[in-house]
């Protein structure tokens, strides 16, 4: 997957898919398919996408025992899905095994899926983290120590927030992804984002990838929301 923006397709249906796309004839999209539609229209919709020439982040954040994960990892290796993600609180062990799924599962001749992980997600507070999680420290320790540990495990990046991606950068290496959602252009609803930045910030701040939804999906133009985030993305 390369550096264009991720578009998140958080829809409910193919229909729906269907349709957003329409306003992207012929193009090359990164795409995010997370939870919501990989639930409702399963395998299909990968295969869809891959099919119509794009690149699907899988985030369904998988979380479980070392061999399980293993195997669904493996799996879904061999759908062609080009960045999928595990919770970091599944432990080294679990991340070394989705790893080691992706590389065993990957279609000849194809580049094995970039794994990512999740660190401590945005929902998450501090106060709930010390007291429901008995993590004891701040939020952002956290997410560094999580983010140490996916590195350590071989995993190839993290996703963070644009404020943390600098500091997780220099606790891992420039080569380890920092995919950032949060994203905003100037102007924009923040909707029920907390922290949010626009995709020149995220540029400035060491973001490798962003992770862009409702600004594009929700426009009125996305086509054109969609060049303008291409645009201060690419720095201009
Ligand atoms: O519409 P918006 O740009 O806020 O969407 C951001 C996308 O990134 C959503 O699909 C959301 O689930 C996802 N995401 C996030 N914050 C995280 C992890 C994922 O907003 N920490």
Redesign the pocket.
């Given at each position: 997957m390369d550096n264009k923006p991720i578009i998140?397709l958080?829809f409910s249906t193919k229909a729906e898919v269907e349709h957003f796309l329409t306003h992207f004839p012929k193009q090359s999209l990164n795409v995010?398919v997370?939870m919501e539609l990989f639930y409702q229209e399963g395998i299909e919709i990968l295969k869809q996408l891959k099919e119509s020439g794009h690149d699907v982040f899988l985030?369904i954040k998988l979380h479980d025992i070392p061999t399980t994960v293993y195997k669904a990892m493996r799996g879904l290796a061999g759908y062609g899905v080009d960045m999928v993600n595990v919770h970091a609180a599944g432990g080294v062990e679990m991340m070394a095994a989705a790893k080691k799924g992706l590389k065993d599962g990957k279609k000849a001749g194809s580049k094995k899926p970039l794994l990512i992980a999740?660190t401590q997600?945005?929902?998450t507070t501090e106060e709930n983290m010390q007291r429901e999680q008995k993590v004891s420290g701040t939020l952002e320790e956290s997410v560094l120590n999580y983010a140490r540990l996916s590195y350590f495990a071989g995993v190839d990046g993290v996703?963070?927030?644009v404020h943390e991606a600098k500091e997780v950068e220099q606790v891992t290496a420039p080569k380890f992804l920092r995919v950032t959602?949060?994203?905003?252009l100037p102007g924009d609803l923040t909707?029920?984002?907390k922290r949010?930045a626009t995709p020149l910030e995220a540029k400035r701040e060491k973001a490798t990838h962003i992770?862009?939804?409702?600004?594009?999906?929700?426009s009125k133009d996305p086509a054109t929301a969609y060049q303008e985030v291409l645009k201060y993305w690419n720095g201009e």
């Open positions: 998140a958080d995010k997370g985030d999740v997600l945005t929902s996703v963070c927030s959602p949060g994203i905003r909707n029920d984002q949010i992770v862009v939804g409702r600004t594009i999906t929700k």
